[in-house]
């Protein structure tokens, strides 16, 4: 009896295994989770919030409007310098005079040998390329590890970074975050040429450049320009540059012509639940959940109000 039944746990073990090597990987079917789509859908009017005009900017270009929110927490000087800028109208009739494939769009004077003179903004300012993080008070931590620095999440809907042992916080460079232009030196940027970015997130410019904003909308008119053929993707030829028809802040803009866009709330727990819809993808098309996600591919849903 003994020998009969250890001769079947072998039969047993053998076709068990065989049977796994015979399966395919991940054929296991995920249970159907809730999607982005579900979660925004689900979404109250309490979890989103209205840009403010006051840090709110609109780039015309010829194919239509990019809207910009800015991020005055982590450049307070910078941002006020592009508010006067804007409003002295120094970038209007001024161009798109780079673009670089999976790497950044720019704009500012193409005239480097006469530039446009500026009236009362600030040539040059202190960088700020990362400030105290008590400044920082509406930080939501993504538990998920990050190579780039010891917290990532997201402070009132921009992806952000700190580090504790410093004390310092920063905004990350992900894709559609708008930074400050500069030469070697590291206070040598005033917000007169700004880029952002159109592809693969360059986290390792973080903390050293300064970062202003965020793209809402308009991301489709920025990434497709075609690319420079110049050094690092500026345009080689003047006819090539793409004209600014203006460049204003919102509140400047009559209410009737503003574009109303509303954020998710990143401190909202709508939001964590549209990360973990994202981290944890169900069933049926998803194969394989990855249990993790990269704080540039972490979404923030923005919606538009008719």
């Given at each position: 009896?003994q020998?009969?039944?250890?001769i079947?746990?072998m ?6 295994l ?10 296991a ?10 979660v ?5 009017p ?9 840090n709110?900017?609109y ?14 927490v982590?450049?307070?000087a ?11 109208k ?6 798109v ?12 004077d ?5 530039p446009?003179?500026?009236k ?10 990362t ?7 509406s930080f ?8 780039y620095?010891?917290q ?5 809907g ?12 920063w ?13 070697n ?5 005033s917000g ?5 970015v159109i592809g693969?997130?360059?986290r ?6 300064t970062?202003v904003?965020r793209v ?12 420079g053929?110049?050094?690092m993707g ?27 866009f ?12 549209a990360?973990?819809a ?5 069933g049926p098309w998803?194969k394989?959940a990855?249990?993790?996600i990269?704080l ?5 849903p923005?919606r538009?109000?008719?």
């Amino acid at each position: 009896m003994q020998a009969f039944w250890g001769i079947n746990k072998m039969a047993l073990a053998t076709a068990a295994l065989a049977t796994v090597a015979a399966a395919p990987a991940g054929s296991a079917e995920l249970a159907v989770k809730p999607t982005l789509a579900d979660v925004i859908k689900a979404s109250k009017p309490a979890d989103w919030r209205a840009l403010d005009p006051d840090n709110t900017m609109y780039l015309e270009l010829p194919a239509g409007r990019v809207v910009i929110e800015m991020a005055p927490v982590f450049a307070p000087a910078h941002v006020d310098n592009i508010r006067t800028l804007v409003r002295e109208k120094y970038f209007d009739g001024l161009a798109v005079i780079r673009s670089q494939d999976n790497w950044v769009v720019q704009w500012g004077d193409p005239d480097e040998k006469n530039p446009r003179p500026m009236k009362t903004a600030k040539s040059s300012l202190k960088g700020e390329f990362t400030v105290p993080q008590k400044n920082d008070t509406s930080f939501m931590r993504l538990p998920d590890r990050d190579g780039y620095a010891p917290q990532v999440g997201h402070s009132n809907g921009f992806p952000s970074a700190r580090d504790p042992k410093s004390g310092r916080a920063w905004l990350a460079h992900c894709y559609g975050m708008v930074g400050v232009g500069r030469d070697n030196g590291a206070d040598s940027g005033s917000g007169s040429s700004l880029y952002v970015v159109i592809g693969h997130g360059p986290r390792h410019l973080d903390r050293n450049i300064t970062v202003v904003g965020r793209v809402i909308a308009g991301m489709p008119l920025l990434s497709t320009f075609p690319r420079g053929a110049g050094a690092m993707g500026f345009y080689d030829k003047p006819e090539l540059n793409v004209p600014i028809a203006a460049v204003k802040m919102a509140a400047d803009v009559p209410e009737a012509q503003r574009s109303k866009f509303e954020v998710m709330r990143t401190d909202s727990a709508t939001y964590k639940a549209a990360v973990e819809a994202q981290r944890n993808r169900g069933g049926p098309w998803t194969k394989v959940a990855a249990g993790h996600i990269d704080l540039c591919n972490a979404p923030i849903p923005v919606r538009e109000q008719k």
